[in-house]
């Protein structure tokens, strides 16, 4: 690569279970390609950074954990009283709330260094608004479904189908726009509070934010999401990124390599969701099956807050590639990134969603026949009968390979690194709202 090809990427993305492994993927492959990235994320991503092949640097005025570990949760969706309240804890802790302080940064990380283009997570709005502020080249990746779908896929939220009716379009519709109000409550002041301290116009909606990136990438599979037809322009699906967290530790099966039974993963949120007692109902359920499991805590849960059974062992990590490749079938929290891999290696799902876009990501695997769904708190002979039903149907199993099958062409396919370089080598810049 000559000098003129080479660029420099910054990429700004948060600990926030799933968000930052799949980024990592993508610089990973710009740096194989010549490329100079730098890294702006929590302090305590800087090892797996760095481990990509990237520069890192640490948010110094926005929320930066300094662990993985629940301890440094920056919010806690799981605490509040309602889904909604969830939401808008989130929204208020980390991706509006300190919007100006991750504008501040950004801004102070370009004035030290520049960049050909920012590649931010979609949820970082005080980013993109400091990025506008600048003129600065932006694209956003987002590393699960879209936030705010395009219409005529169902909101986000509830988990919903997609509509068969005219009725039920209607009552999509009319969710969707309540949805997005009650996000622009909770988000569009403390962000329109930023942007004026940044000499921006005011935006009507947080969704408005988006216009100043030259596109929306969508790290998922086009097959597996609801996704619109047409699609409309400026976004782009790149397929998912299947890597591997840089922390997961080395595995060897703990079981005899003669056992016949079939192997489950199990694998929660890497972020806390108060879900200890949730994984322990999976764990009694398996008990009495013809069945062994493995189960990663990924550093959410302790492993002195369960009890395991004879046919189960219990881990901290483990590469889910490695477990997922001998597994007959996963259970999860719905996590996108989980969800991706179980499908890539052609395992049906047991999907328990906790909240954020689970309900959503489970929603999808069930419409595909690729695995069931149950609410976190179903019981231990729920759990059971839904286990035994995966194993004993293999229509599940051949739904999850036909998914997956699909899931890994598109993500060998990928055209992120082209998207990302043209985009850095563009002359023009998108405009800005800058106020007069």
Known sequence: MTDTQRKSFL??????????TPALGVVEQLVARGHDVRVMSDACNRPESEA????????????????RSREFDTFHDWAQATPFDGIVNVFNALLTGPALAFAEDVRAELAREPADL???NEMLFGVHAGCESLGQKLALLAVNIHLFPP??????GPGLHPARTEEEKAEHEALRAS?????DGAGLPALNWAGAA???DPIETLEHQYRHAAAMMLATSRAFDFAPDPVPAGLHYVGPVLAEPKWAAPWASPFAADDVRPLALVSFSTTFQNHAGDLQRVIDAMADLPMRAVVTLGGSIRASELAASDNVVVVDSAPHHQVMGQAALVVSHGGHGTVMK?????CPLLVMPHGRDQNDNAARVEARGAGLMLPPTAEVAEIRAALARLLADPSFTERARALGAEVVREAHASPV????EGMAGARSLPGTRCAA
């Open 11 to 20: 990429f700004a993305t948060f600990e926030g279970g799933g968000s930052v």
């Open 179 to 183: 949805l997005r109000e009650a996000l």
């Open 198 to 200: 940044l000499g921006l």
């Open 151 to 156: 219409e005529g896929v169902p909101p986000l």
């Open 417 to 420: 690194i082209g998207l990302l």
């Open 52 to 67: 990509s092949g990237a520069r890192f640097v640490p948010w110094t005025r926005a929320p930066s954990k300094a662990e």
């Open 342 to 346: 179980a499908l890539a290696n052609g």
């Open 118 to 120: 920012v590649v931010a």
